[in-house]
């Protein structure tokens, strides 16, 4: 089992519709969790992180997290074209918890 | 102006030569991390360093060294050892504890031929 989880997609949804990006993970005891946007050609920037169970929301961007089905989704509201990119999901692991390790990333299109 | 900076943008080299890449920052961050992400794929961590002369192995560190001489500085030597050199690489910094995000720079695209 990989150590974080990522369906490669292309993930294709209409302009305006809702993006559902999901990532699992295989340590119990991470507790960081974070979402990076990555255009092609590009470094990864920062969308949104969160550590406690339930829904934080940024703007249009939602990121939810199920620590017992050691889930973490990401939802993309309104979407745009510009928002098409690779979504890449991060978890903390390893001894003290410093390693950051990344899932393979979801490609999500936005059809105008 | 802070920020991480990757130097060179682009970097080619034969096959069987060693090659250096620079990651400088002036965040004042503690922590610096080196990943690797090849075409269509996620981050691969090389090596992480969380203070001044110590740094950790990451998932694939074989065919790679660094140094952390400096609060500033955690360069990679690609050496002739690492089969498959070609990537791109990702430099990372980060303030704080496990709970704090990674700040990236703009990254070396590496072709050995």
């Known amino acids: 089992q990989k150590e974080v989880e990522q369906n490669s997609g292309p993930l294709s949804v209409p302009e305006g519709a809702i993006a559902s990006l999901n990532c699992t993970y295989s340590d119990r005891g991470s507790q960081s969790f974070f979402w990076y946007r990555q255009y092609s050609g590009k470094s990864p920037e920062l969308i949104m992180s969160?550590?406690?169970?339930g829904d934080k929301e940024d703007g249009r961007f939602t990121a939810q997290l199920n620590k017992a089905s050691q889930y973490v989704s990401l939802l993309i509201r309104d979407s745009q074209p510009s928002d098409s990119a690779t979504y890449l999901c991060a978890v903390n692991r390893g001894r003290g918890y410093q390693k950051v390790t990344f899932g393979t990333g979801t490609k999500l299109q936005v059809i105008p | 102006d802070g920020g991480i900076t990757q130097s060179p943008k682009y970097l080619f080299r034969k096959e069987g030569q060693n090659v250096t890449l620079s990651c400088e920052q002036n965040?004042?961050?503690?922590?610096m991390y080196w990943y690797r992400q090849d075409p269509g794929q996620g981050l691969r961590l090389i090596y992480y360093s969380q203070i001044v002369n110590d740094f950790q192995k990451g998932d694939i560190a074989e065919g790679y060294s660094v140094s952390r001489e400096k609060k500033e500085s955690f360069p990679l030597t690609v050496t002739s050892a690492q089969k498959n050199p070609t990537a791109f690489y990702l430099c990372?910094?980060?303030?704080?504890?496990?709970?704090?995000?990674?700040?990236f720079g703009n990254g070396t695209r590496l072709t050995v031929t």
């Open positions: 990372a910094t980060r303030q704080g504890g496990p709970n704090s995000p990674l700040h």
């Open positions: 965040l004042n961050h503690d922590a």
């Open positions: 969160i550590y406690s169970n």
